[in-house]
T-cell receptor, first 113, second 114 residues
């Protein structure tokens, strides 16, 4: 059974054209995370939501925003994608911030033309 | 700040042998350390967690050790199979206390040859 679902799996956008990636979860977890992973690199945390509380990482560019309208869904908005934003974007969940395990979705591969 | 180092070179071994992957961290010892498996084009999948007061943890053919003196964790796969071929990521909490925010190593790619 799918637990963390990401749509679409592949997204192509044009330089500067806003794009939204979506994540949903059936685990009823309180925390949802967004990571960026470039080729052969470690996943890098962009931000996370603990319930409705948004926590941005200090080095996340302003170009990246997120919304969490309810427990199940979380969106990543890239306002003006640049070529450097091409990457795999991973959504993950955990029961609470101190819970050990994170459950990842399959990722969305973003291509910027 | 905390940094994680994993061998970026791929590890190639023969089926049936034991694979050993290394994860070193540079700063304070975390409350726990985790290992994930990532297949190409997929999200990481949690495998094992070991806490700072545990020396060793096992799950089926997997074994993890945690040496806070050496600031190192070793991840072993015994009786390796071609299906074990993947990238293995080490992760730990980025704070000295339990923040729930993980930092990941870049991973080591394991290739098991039949």
């Amino acid at each position: 059974d799918a637990m963390v679902i990401q749509n679409p799996r592949y997204q192509v956008t044009q330089f500067g054209k806003p794009v939204t990636l979506s994540c949903s979860q059936t685990l009823n977890h309180n925390v949802m995370y967004w990571y960026q992973q470039k080729s052969s690199q470690a996943p890098k945390l962009l931000f996370h939501y603990y319930d409705k509380d948004f926590n941005n990482e200090a080095d996340t560019p302003d170009n990246f925003q997120s919304r969490r309208p309810n427990t199940s869904f979380c969106f990543l908005d890239i306002r003006s994608p640049g070529l450097g934003d091409a990457a795999m974007y991973l959504c993950a969940t955990s029961r609470d911030p101190s819970t050990d395990t994170q459950y990842f979705g399959p990722g969305t591969r973003l291509t910027v033309l | 700040s905390q940094k994680i180092e994993q061998n970026s070179e791929a590890l190639n071994i023969q089926e049936g042998k034991t694979a050993t992957l290394t994860c070193n961290y540079t700063n304070y010892s975390p409350a726990y350390l985790q290992w994930y498996r990532q297949d190409p084009g997929r999200g990481p999948v949690f495998l094992l967690l070991i806490r700072e007061n545990e020396k060793e943890k096992r799950k089926e053919r997997l074994k993890v050790t945690f040496d806070t003196t050496l600031k190192q964790s070793l991840f072993h796969i015994t009786a390796s199979q071609p299906a074990d071929s993947a990238t293995y990521l080490c992760a730990l909490d980025r704070g000295s206390s339990n923040t729930g925010k993980l930092i990941f190593g870049q991973g080591t790619t394991l290739q098991v040859k039949p």
